[in-house]
C-alpha cells in the first residue's frame, strides 16, 4: 500500500520557522512531482508549492513566495517545504501529494496519492 507520511508541523510563534518533510514508503518519489497543499478550517484547499520529478521546477503560491522553499533529496525518498518568516495566516493542515509526469501543478484534482497532513499553528 502506497504511503506518504508529513511530518515536522507544530505551534510556532510569528516570525518563526518550520521545516515539513513528506516521506514516502513502498514507491519511490523520485518518480513523480510533489506538491505541498493546505486547509485551513471553512477554506478551500489551497496550492502551496511544488516541485518537478528533477527538482528543475518549482512554484510558489503568491502568499508564500519568498518566505517557502520547497526542495527534493530523492536519495532519501523525501521532499521538504521550509517555512520562514511565519504568520498566523499560515496556520492549516499541510499536506503532500503526488502527480504522474514531468511537471508539477497548483491543482490539487490532479494529484494522484495524498498524506495524512500535518498541523501548523502559527500563533503568539
Known amino acids: 500500500q502506497v504511503q506518504l507520511v508529513e511530518s515536522g508541523g507544530g505551534l510556532v510563534q510569528p516570525g518563526g520557522s518550520l521545516r515539513l518533510s513528506c516521506a514516502a514508503s513502498?514507491?519511490?518519489?523520485?518518480?513523480?512531482?510533489i506538491g505541498w497543499f493546505r486547509q485551513a478550517p471553512g477554506k478551500e484547499r489551497e496550492g502551496v508549492s511544488c516541485i518537478s520529478r528533477s527538482g528543475a521546477s518549482t512554484y510558489y503560491g503568491d502568499s508564500v513566495k519568498g518566505r517557502f522553499t520547497i526542495s527534493r533529496e530523492n536519495g532519501k525518498n523525501t521532499v521538504y517545504l521550509q517555512m520562514n518568516s511565519l504568520k498566523p495566516e499560515d496556520t492549516a493542515v499541510y499536506y503532500c501529494?503526488?502527480?504522474?509526469?514531468?511537471?508539477?501543478?497548483?491543482?490539487?484534482?490532479?494529484?494522484?496519492?495524498w498524506g495524512q497532513g500535518t498541523q501548523v499553528t502559527v500563533s503568539s
Open positions: 501529494a503526488t502527480k504522474r509526469g514531468l511537471l508539477c501543478s497548483s491543482i490539487a484534482k490532479l494529484y494522484d496519492y
Open positions: 513502498r514507491f519511490i518519489l523520485d518518480d513523480y512531482a
